[in-house]
């Protein structure tokens, strides 16, 4: 039973990074001082001081890559 038990909450922890989500879209603005990305669609995504930015501009593609839970950026990529 205890195998089990240790079994499921291993297959748990390893799925959390599954359920990261992500975000895609052409950049419209970038303020680069307040470290707020707005895609096109609208979404606007605040990028924490830990997390580098690649140099991006207006028009750009962007992937936002965010955790499980959707509201904190992980990554952004070109």
């Not at 959390?16 to 990305?37: D, P, Y």
């Amino acid at each position: 039973m205890k195998k089990i038990i240790l079994a499921a909450s291993a297959i748990a922890m390893m799925s959390g990074a599954a359920f990261a989500s992500s975000a895609n879209g052409v950049v419209a603005k970038f303020n680069e001082q307040a470290r707020v990305i707005t895609l096109e669609s609208g979404q606007s995504y605040t990028v924490p001081r830990d997390v580098a930015i690649p140099a991006i501009q207006a028009g750009e593609k962007v992937s936002i890559q965010l955790n499980g839970e959707g509201d904190k950026v992980n990554a952004v990529l070109r």
